[in-house]
């Protein structure tokens, strides 16, 4: 955006739309036709995407003066944490817990907002999805840390700074399915996604963890593993927390090469 822009679109917030609308997509149950409602509510400073739903669900009218059903959608800590608010905003997937109004309506030069469920995952009504496959990726590539006991065990081992701040990187993760959302190879069962390669890679890297590393590499090998990414890089472009997926995905397939190659040797 060049400056005459900028000036431009500062000008846009100092003069307010009266009153926004969204125009949301909506199904009524699993496997329902979708169609599209718009929904028009005055205009506030600092509202997010959530806050404007609320004030839509007090008094569901569409602009046609239809009285419907309020939308359903997924939230729970407001704070970017749970994950489970993401939807597709304006094109763009994100979550709406962080997504201010303010910023959306500068971006679209408009005062309407487009919401839109992840088209990647099974829509259960309106903008909630069913997101048991993330999970389910997550047991497929273990991870976790085994534990043989619930005992005092003393102080665990220790990393060094560098690692440690590496693995927080990963730890960051919150199952939003951003990444997955934006990748081009995940749909249906043929992709296990970066999520799940990003999660083995933070528990591969734990001292304890690297005892059933095989175990994970292995959940990476079969039809739907790490070798179906394509390098779209698109996955690091939208998450949320700035997870670098690209690299757990190379380092982890670099440690599937080198896992099958000894094993191979040791055949």
């Known amino acids: 955006m060049n400056e005459a822009n900028v000036h ?19 199904r009524e149950k699993l496997g329902a036709s979708e169609y599209w409602e718009t929904f028009e509510i005055p205009y506030r400073r600092n509202l997010n995407v959530i806050s ?21 959608w997924d939230m729970s800590c407001l704070e970017q944490v749970c994950g489970i608010c993401t939807m597709v905003i304006n094109g763009r997937v994100r979550q709406s817990c962080s997504a201010l109004v303010d910023d959306l309506l ?7 907002i ?3 469920p992840m088209s990647k995952f099974p829509n259960v009504r309106d903008l909630k999805v069913d997101r048991s496959r993330m999970f389910e990726h997550l047991k497929q590539v273990h991870a976790w840390v085994e534990l043989d006991g619930s005992h005092d065990l003393g102080p665990g081992p220790t990393l060094s700074n560098e690692k440690a701040q590496e693995r927080y990187a990963y730890s960051r993760c919150m199952t939003c ?7 081009p190879q995940y749909h249906d069962d043929n992709y296990i996604g970066p999520q799940a390669i990003g999660q083995a890679r933070l528990f591969n890297m734990h001292p304890t963890g690297k005892i059933t590393m095989e175990d994970r590499l292995d959940g990476l090998m079969g039809e739907d593993g790490i070798t179906n990414c394509g390098n779209a890089q698109n996955c690091v472009q939208v998450c949320p927390m700035s997870i670098p997926l690209t690299r757990a995905i190379y380092e982890t397939n670099r440690d599937i090469t080198v896992n099958a190659l000894f094993g191979w040797l040791k055949k």
Not at 8 to 26: H, V
Not at 57 to 68: A, D, I, L, Y
Not at 177 to 183: D, K, R
């Open 177 to 183: 399915g951003c990444c997955l959302e934006a990748c």
């Open 52 to 72: 404007a739903l609320m004030e839509i669900r007090k008094n569901p009218v569409t602009v046609e003066g239809k009285q419907t059903t309020p939308p359903v």
């Open 8 to 26: 431009q679109e500062k000008k846009r917030l100092d003069n307010p739309p009266a009153s926004i609308q969204f125009k949301i997509q909506r």
């Open 106 to 112: 500068v971006v679209s030069g408009g005062n309407t």
């Open 114 to 116: 487009t919401l839109q």
